[in-house]
């Protein structure tokens, strides 16, 4: 684990009015987005992004898609070249993984991913593998729902951790200050006219112990991502939006 004098001197060398829109130029070649499942990375110790594909449409290498594919993969590579060049995470960017929650090779990769997760799907063995992945130490980052769609989300963790709870969170929680300060936690959802929330998922119920997983309620935040080398949105709220992230990341590979 990174010492906390580390991350204050990292975040320092990285801090500047401009530091995420010239990081962002690196990214201006990188292919569109047509849906295309691309190959996974081989395991190699660095911090890999790694993304649940759910609903049984893991297998439709082209053309269409599907709810846990959203802003896939710009994001996901967008994300990583962050990562790796303003933070000292060791980030691969020879690219990024998309599993399905029954493949094992998920037990290589301490965070996961999951898009839209108001349309998520498991069957009883994705939900048996996603049990024992958390009880190994496993974080989940859930992004990019709305309103009511929190409630398939819960739906489903009730499945995976029956009487779990979840408990509201704000900027006073170590995970927004873990790398960068973010001036506004609540920036506003890209597309969707809410209101930003943040929920987590604790071991026991207990914010005191390990949280399990962050959600991103009423907010997208890799849609942000995803557009960061287009400028479709503004330069400011894309900041905070990679901010948000990096430090959910973090938090997630240190505690």
Do not use: C
């Amino acid at each position: 684990m990174r010492s906390a004098s580390w991350t204050e001197r990292a975040a320092r060398r990285a801090a500047g009015g401009l530091f995420l829109v010239l990081a962002t130029l690196l990214l201006s070649g990188q292919r569109g987005s047509q849906f295309y499942i691309y190959p996974n990375t081989e395991y190699n110790g660095l911090y890999t992004f790694t993304r649940v594909a759910y609903a049984g449409s893991f297998g439709n290498r082209r053309g269409g898609g599907s709810s846990w594919s959203h802003d896939y993969p710009d994001a996901d590579r967008n994300m990583s070249t962050i990562l790796r060049e303003l933070t000292g995470v060791r980030a691969n960017l020879q690219g990024t993984n998309v599993f399905t929650l029954d493949d094992p090779e998920i037990f290589k990769y301490p965070i996961l991913y999951i898009s839209e997760p108001g349309y998520w799907y498991m069957n009883d063995t994705e939900e048996a593998s996603l049990r024992k992945y958390i009880e190994r130490g496993g974080f989940l980052i859930f992004d990019d729902f709305e309103r009511d769609q929190i409630n398939n989300l819960i739906r489903n963790m009730e499945r995976v951790l029956p009487g779990f709870e979840l408990i509201g969170i704000g900027e006073e929680h170590p995970i927004f200050g873990t790398f960068f300060k973010v001036d506004d936690l609540y920036i506003p959802h890209p597309l969707v006219a809410v209101t930003p929330q943040y929920w987590a998922i604790f071991v026991d119920n207990d914010p005191k112990k390990r949280m399990i997983a962050i959600l991103n309620h009423d907010n997208d935040l890799a849609e942000y991502w995803e557009f960061s080398h287009r400028g479709f949105f503004p330069v400011d709220l894309t900041n905070e939006a990679y901010k948000i992230g990096v430090n959910e990341i973090i938090y997630a590979l240190t505690h």
